[in-house]
């Protein structure tokens, strides 16, 4: 478990990084640009597509996880759209409210008993 908190910590810093230095270059509206690239039918679209699934597949284990509450709906759009930067705050967060049992982590408290 430590490895994968530390790889957590690690991508996080990187994406906040990268993403520090992308905004002002770039502006911080990506839609265009991620959709434009789907719509032109190109390799960089098709791999949009494929991380959209991605980013779908992390919203919808999100809201299953949480009991398809109201909080579980908001959680599952921040992972939608904030992808990984969601995505490793979460987990960091259930590893250590779960001390690490991956079961509660990954089924939540309600599935894991």
């Known amino acids: 478990m430590n490895a994968f ?10 994406l906040l990084v990268y993403t520090a230095m992308v905004i002002p270059n770039h502006g ?12 032109r039918m190109n390799w960089a679209g098709q791999f949009n597509l494929d991380f959209a699934g991605f980013l779908l597949l992390s919203g919808t284990w999100t809201v299953w996880r949480n009991g398809f509450t109201r909080t579980a709906w908001g959680l599952g759009l921040l992972a939608v759209f904030f ?3 969601f995505l490793t705050i979460y987990l960091l967060f259930l590893i250590s409210r779960e001390r690490g049992d991956l079961k509660r982590i990954l089924l939540g408290p309600a599935r894991a008993s």
């Open 5 to 14: 908190r530390y790889f957590l910590w690690v991508f996080l810093a990187a």
């Open 28 to 39: 911080a509206n990506l839609f265009p640009v991620f959709f434009g690239d789907m719509a």
């Open 83 to 85: 992808g990984m930067l």
